[in-house]
């Protein structure tokens, strides 16, 4: 399941709604991601998604994970909008009869929503704004599951 949304989450409550009632399934991993304030150069976050399309890629992408992984079950919850520093921005969670899949799962998700997912992502500082691109690192990651 995949979910855009403006509002914040709580990690620990999804977490706990995505573990509940799983009596066959081994592991689950989760991470997640929170907006960093660059010791105060970075007042806010924005992230534009195209409705109907980004939702629809990411959704894509965690079918694939789903069947390359053997998981029982996947959450996405990313948010949208404006983000504050220190709020939760990515909830990735993978269920699977064993931890080593599960543990690839997420990781292979996260590379993924960082550098592929089709958001546009923007920095708003005290000088200014600046649209944010993937990393070196973050595309070197994600190249890793081709």
Known sequence: M????TEPFDPG??????CRDRQETGAVVSFTGIARGGKGAVTRLEL??????????????AEAARARFSLHDVLIVHRIGEIAPGEAIVFVAAAAAHRREA??????LMDYLKSRAPFWKKEHRPDGERWIEPTERDITDAERWD
């Open 2 to 5: 995949v979910r855009l949304q």
């Open 13 to 18: 409550v999804l977490l706990s709604a995505f």
């Open 103 to 108: 543990f690839e799962a997420a990781d292979h």
């Open 48 to 61: 534009e998604a195209y409705p109907g399309f980004t939702d629809a890629e990411i959704e894509r992408m």
